[in-house]
């Protein structure tokens, strides 16, 4: 074999060990402290991070929550896979009772725990097409995957939302040095029962910091 020929072949070989590595790194798993793995069976909950908005596709306000919490528990960290399954989730605001405010009503109540609603899976994977890419769907991470629904609860008058089976909200996250943070930009949430004065689409936005026992995790 001539020299020019071992040569190209190191060089291959070179950067399909880089490759290799490259996609190691960025092989997902959740450590608490820094550094160290977290065992699965941790309670996990979600903080929002600004505030959680729902709007119209003309991008005026449905539902603005100032505060929204998520909880869960950790069943996979295996180092290629985080899994976990929201079991409660609450959205609040500076509406009457505590609600939520938005452009189309002063004062709506959101409400996600309506049929198909929880619990949710919230996954991170190795083998997902995008580096740092999430996934939340209905259903359990064990069982097969179902709508998300939420309701917004207007008194006499109640708008269903639902994002399909088979299009789980997208959103990435960031990695050490940074908290544990998921971020969720224009999620299309589509109309399962919308009276009039109900918006026919909503677009999820949200950010949340996930913490277990208090303190930040990280995503190495």
Aim: charged share 15%.
């Amino acid at each position: 074999m001539s020299k020019k020929l071992i040569a190209a072949c190191m060089a291959i070989a070179a950067f399909a060990a880089l490759a290799i590595a490259s996609t190691a790194s960025a092989s997902p798993v959740l450590t608490h402290p820094t550094g160290t793995v977290q065992a699965t069976g941790a309670t996990i909950t979600g903080t929002n991070v600004g505030n959680t908005l729902m709007t119209d596709t003309n991008g005026k306000a449905i539902t603005e929550c100032t505060n929204a919490s998520l909880t869960g528990e950790l069943t996979k960290n295996s180092g290629t896979a985080i899994e976990g399954n929201v079991t409660a989730a609450t959205f609040t605001g500076t509406g009457t009772e505590g609600n939520c405010t938005g452009t189309f009503f002063s004062s709506p109540k959101v409400t996600p725990g309506v049929a198909n609603g929880l619990p949710w899976c919230i996954r991170a994977s190795s083998a997902f097409p995008t580096a740092d890419e999430v996934q939340i769907r209905g259903g359990k991470c064990s069982e097969p995957a179902r709508e998300i629904r939420f309701a917004l609860d207007l008194g006499s008058i109640t708008c269903l939302y639902a994002r399909s089976s088979t299009e789980p909200i997208i959103g990435t996250l960031t990695t050490e040095p940074s908290d544990a943070v998921v971020h969720i930009t224009k999620q299309l949430f589509k109309p399962v029962s919308t009276p009039f004065p109900c918006p026919e689409e909503g677009l999820l936005d949200m950010s949340f910091t996930l913490t277990i026992g208090g303190t930040a995790a990280y995503f190495s």
